[in-house]
Structure formats: C-alpha cells, structure tokens
C-alpha cells in the first residue's frame, strides 16, 4: 500500500512539474504548480508530518499560488502566438541541468546502505507517532523559539516591502 | 544477469526506503533548475524556484521520519515561511518592473547590462 501510493504521487509531482516548467501559459502553469504541491503535500502526509502537509496545502496552495495568479492577471501579456518560452541559453541550460541531476542521483543512491530504514527506527522514541501537530507546535515554542521570532519579523519586512515595490511611484 | 534484474526491482519496489524519496526530491530539484534557467517569463522563474524550495522540504521531512527526529519538520515549516516572503517580495519586483518596462521576459529587462 505504501509502495503504491508512493510511487502514485510521486508520479504526480514529477509530471505536473514537469508540465509546470514547460506550460507555455503562465496561468496554466501555475494550475499545474497547484497540482504538483498537492501531491507533495500527499508524500508529506505518506511520511506521517501531518502538520507540514496541512501548512504546505493551507500556505502554499491557498496563499502563495493565490498571489502568483492575482500576479498573472495583473500583468498579463497578451498571448503572442509562436513566441519563444525558451531563452536564447537552453541548451547549455538543459545538459547542466542533466549533468546535476545524474551527478546527485548518483552520490545519492552510492550511499543508500547510510539511508536504510530499518537500522534506526527500532528503540528510538515514537515523538513523531504519537500527536504531531502537538509535537511540533510543542518544539516551535520551545527549543526554537528564537527562529520562530525572528520568521515573524521576516514576514513583517516581507510585507512591508512587497506593498512599498508595489507602489503606483517609485 | 536476471537475478540481479530481480534484486534491482526488489530494491524499487520492495520497501519505501529514504533513498527514495531522496531521488525523487532530486529529479523535482532538477526539473526547477530547467525551469529557472531556460524560461524567459520571470513568473515561471519565481513559479520553479518554489518547486526547488519546495523539493528540498521533501528531503528535510524525508530524513526527519528517518531519524525520528521532530527538527526536520520544523525547519520545513520555516522553509515554507521564507518562501512565502520570497514569494510576496519577488512578486513586487514583478510588478513594479512590468510597469516600467512593459515587460516579464527576462532577456528583455537588460537595463544594468552596461
């Protein structure tokens, strides 16, 4: 079962990234960009991080894509027809972008054997089994509370600059 | 030549390994990278960088479950925060750009090119 709906969403956020990247319309692109989140969310729920996988649908797929669509139209360019989506680099781009991905494909799967499951799990505590919302939220305001704060005021910095960028004058 | 065909299916699709998601995050992580070097539309950029920030959450959950540790989950949670601010700031830009320059491509917006 596990299996299965591994490699179902797995499926699924590598084809809908794939036409996320290749989608010659913005605004499709970011419907398929919904999609492959989702089915990340799916793999967190598969890895029993429940709170993560709420806060990527509810942060990521309610609030951010949100934005990039209200983006979209705000700044939407007509649709001229043969148009290039590609700039003038992609080729060189595209055999990079292979070579990285064969070179950390492959230093991943050489050190598989450090990754086995099995060795760890057993005789270590369950904190993620049992509660995890509790547990994180648990964690957010104990041992990294610092950090906690110091998101709040990025987030504040953020917002301010978002709205003076997006001023009529500047 | 057939037995170690089996044991490489075995290892497939026997057991959900971290191993698995590891490459999965990877394949996600290159296919952002395509994105934001080969697109001409900075939404699309902006639209892969959240996928690669998003691929690299997979990983940090993926070792979290793998190690019982709660830390990975909370530094995933931080990640979604700075990629909502980036998101919101990167935007801005967006928009403030297209009203000055008429324009999203990025071979287009060459105003610093000397």
């Keep these: ?170 | 030549m057939v037995e170690s065909l089996l044991d490489f299916l075995h290892i497939i699709f026997g057991q959900i390994d971290t191993t698995h998601y590891l490459v999965l995050s990877t394949i996600v992580f290159s296919i952002g990278v395509v994105g934001v070097l080969t697109r001409r539309n900075v939404i699309i950029i902006l639209m892969s960088i959240e996928l690669m920030l998003n691929s690299v959450n997979l990983n940090l959950v993926a070792f979290s479950d793998r190690l019982q540790d709660l830390s990975g989950q909370v530094f995933a949670v931080f990640v979604i925060t700075v990629a909502a601010a980036e998101a919101a700031v990167g935007l801005g830009i967006v928009i403030s750009l297209f009203r000055n320059k008429e324009t999203v491509n990025v071979d287009q917006i060459d105003l610093m090119k000397g």
């Design chain 1, 1 to 170: 079962m596990e299996v299965f709906l591994f490699y179902t969403l797995a499926a699924i956020l590598v084809v809908f990234a794939i036409f996320t990247v290749t989608a010659r319309n913005p605004v499709r692109s970011a419907l398929y960009l919904v999609s492959a989140l989702l089915g990340m969310a799916g793999l967190f729920f598969l890895l029993k991080a429940e709170f993560v996988g709420a806060v990527q649908i509810l942060v990521y797929v309610g609030g951010i894509m949100v934005l990039f669509l209200f983006v979209i139209m705000l700044v939407s360019v007509r649709e001229v027809q043969g148009e290039r989506r590609a700039n003038r680099q992609w080729k060189t781009a595209v055999v990079l972008a292979t070579v990285l991905s064969v070179e950390l494909i492959f230093f991943v799967v050489g050190g598989a054997d450090v990754f086995r499951t099995e060795a760890v799990k057993q005789g270590v505590i369950t904190q993620i089994q049992t509660a995890n919302t509790q547990n994180v939220g648990q964690m957010l305001y104990t041992n990294y509370l610092l950090p906690f704060e110091i998101a709040s005021i990025l987030l504040l910095v953020a917002m301010i600059g978002a709205v003076v960028l997006a001023r009529k004058e500047l």
